[in-house]
């Protein structure tokens, strides 16, 4: 009985050791124990070099957020490594070209460093920077990067190196809608008044300011031609929308961009409701476009809230 057991025992083992001998022989298996120490961007890493976006409520004023930098290695580090960041405009710029994308580089007066040179002590993986933002200094309307990157190591830099930093601030209007638009006064260049247009894709209503944001910042309004093909819409205007934080009410429309035809918003006094509707998200717009040579034109917006932006 005894012996039996023990030569089940022994089995048990020579069976354990041999499955192991398999899995390190197997086609699949590394030793990662021979792999040399690298250093990386942990964020850089999760988001494949692309764009990492931290939104916040448009009421914030500042804000700090760490920039990691981790060794990467089998084992801790038993001595200290150290590492230099520095802007990453080369890659910025590369990836606008690849991308289709007009990201603008974060003026350095918006944000202060802990420290471009970090190093990470023995027995530790990770050190970090610290980004503070002033928001009261960042133009709302501009899409800003900060791009980082490992320019200097005592390791090996892998290649998740390249960190693009968008900070975003958000008020409650912002976000993705489908739009819907009336308008009257298109009669004079034979285009039907009551005219209903439906963008065939979604728009964009993104933070201009605390209470204020930009129509698809301004790019969306091209909604039919006159007699000579000119282009009806807002042209080179940017119409931006004003709230009423209290009551959600639209209180007033600044043209950001005037041009040649002296574009102008005002609202339309028919109609006192013009505003965003906490209830469904959804925002409805009632407002007159005047300009240099041509009658008003009334133009009735209806969005349909889809989600965040």
């Not at 964020?43 to 976006?53: K, R």
């Not at 600044?254 to 109609?271: G, I, K, W």
């Not at 717009?285 to 889809?306: C, E, F, K």
């Amino acid at each position: 009985m005894k012996i039996n057991k023990i030569i089940g025992i022994a089995t048990l083992v020579t069976g354990m050791i041999a499955m192991s001998s398999c899995l390190k022989n197997g086609a699949y298996y590394t030793d990662f124990a021979a792999a040399a120490a690298s250093v990386d961007l942990p964020l850089a890493a999760t988001n494949n070099n692309g764009v990492v976006t931290f939104s916040f409520d448009a009421t914030v004023t500042t804000t700090s957020i760490p920039v990691y930098v981790d060794v990467a290695s089998p084992s801790i580090p038993n001595k200290a490594n150290t590492a230099t960041l520095s802007l990453d405009t080369a890659y910025l710029n590369q990836y606008n070209a690849n991308n289709g994308t007009s990201y603008v580089l974060l003026p350095d007066s918006v944000y202060t460093t802990s420290g471009w040179n970090l190093t990470i002590p023995a027995g530790k993986r990770l050190d970090s920077m610290n980004v503070t933002f002033d928001f009261t200094k960042l133009d709302l309307s501009t899409a800003y990067i900060l791009p980082i990157t490992i320019s200097q190591a005592s390791l090996p830099i892998e290649q998740y190196n390249h960190l693009l930093l968008s900070v975003v601030l958000k008020n409650k209007y912002d976000g993705t809608y489908s739009l819907t638009e009336e308008t009257v006064g298109w009669g004079a260049y034979n285009i039907a008044d009551g005219l209903t247009f439906t963008w065939p894709s979604s728009v964009t209503f993104e933070t201009s300011g605390g209470n204020s944001d930009l129509l698809n910042a301004g790019g969306y309004a091209q909604v039919g031609f006159d007699p000579s093909g000119n282009p009806l819409g807002f042209g080179a205007a940017t119409p931006n929308y004003i709230f009423d934080p209290t009551t959600d009410l639209l209180s007033s429309i600044v043209n950001l961009t005037p041009d040649a035809r002296n574009r102008a918003f005002t609202l339309n006094p028919a109609v006192t409701n013009s505003g965003w509707d906490a209830a469904t998200g959804n925002i409805y717009m009632a407002y007159i476009m005047s300009q240099n040579g041509r009658p008003n034109q009334m133009i009735y917006d209806t969005l349909i809230y889809l989600g965040p932006r």
